[in-house]
């Protein structure tokens, strides 16, 4: 049962336009959420969060929207450069007891020069 | 230098091996985590600690064992290695915002 879900493996975008990564979840009792980035070889690397008493969140280029009713998130980055190639991961959490993250399958973002 | 470790980087171990992935943080963060990234999966937790000798399993925790005697330490072991278990492992400390480990990549052969 996949609690949090990227529709969508792949993307493309034309550097400089805004890129758009959706995700989707399904358990009402999380309520903090984060994307990260990961590059091959390495490890996942926290990007931005947002809690959920706040519909938006915006770090740089960086903006991440949250819809609680359903139960959707976004990360926009805006505009797009070649350096944000990279797969993206998003996640949630819950608390009292359901700390841990739990992760989407994630989307791969190819940014064309 | 302040951080999370994995080690080794790369392994190779036959099916039926015992084999275990090290794992150690500088932050004296309380959570960690380990993970295994397969393609179609995403990042799929296999075990957690809250605090020394407090763990707690994930979503796919067959086949593996954890530790934490120490705060700064969470092994993760493959009691019986089998060819499912190839995959790329992160270890990850702290709640808020997870720190991750540069992964460990296992084959089973």
């Known amino acids: 049962d996949q609690q949090v879900k990227q529709n969508s493996p792949s993307l493309s975008v034309q550097e400089g336009r805004i890129s758009i990564l959706n995700c989707d979840y399904t358990n009402s009792m999380f309520d903090y959420f984060l994307w990260y980035k990961k590059y091959p070889a390495e490890g996942p690397t926290f990007l931005i969060s947002?809690?959920?008493?706040?519909d938006k969140n915006e770090d740089g280029r960086f903006t991440v929207f949250l819809n609680k009713s359903a139960k959707h998130l976004s990360l926009h980055i805006v505009p797009s450069q070649p350096g944000d190639s990279a797969v993206y991961f998003c996640?949630?959490?819950?608390?009292?007891?359901?700390?841990?993250?739990?992760f989407g399958t994630g989307t791969r973002l190819t940014i064309i020069p | 230098d302040a951080g999370i470790t994995q080690s080794p980087r790369y392994k190779i171990t036959e099916t039926g091996r015992q084999v275990t992935l090290m794992c150690h943080q500088t932050w004296s963060h309380s959570y960690m985590f380990w993970y295994r990234q397969d393609l179609g999966h995403g990042l799929r937790l296999i075990y957690y600690?809250?605090?020394?000798?407090?763990?707690d399993k994930g979503e796919v925790p067959d086949g593996y064992v954890v530790s934490r005697s120490k705060t700064e330490n969470f092994p993760l072991t493959l009691e019986s290695a089998t060819r499912s278990q190839t995959s790329v492992y992160f270890c990850?400390?702290?709640?808020?915002?997870?720190?991750f480990g540069q992964g460990t990549r296992l084959t089973v052969v």
């Open positions: 996640a949630a959490r819950g608390n009292f007891g359901n700390e841990k993250l739990t």
């Open positions: 600690s809250a605090a020394a000798d407090i763990t």
């Open positions: 947002i809690s959920s008493i706040k």
């Open positions: 990850a400390s702290g709640l808020t915002e997870a720190f």
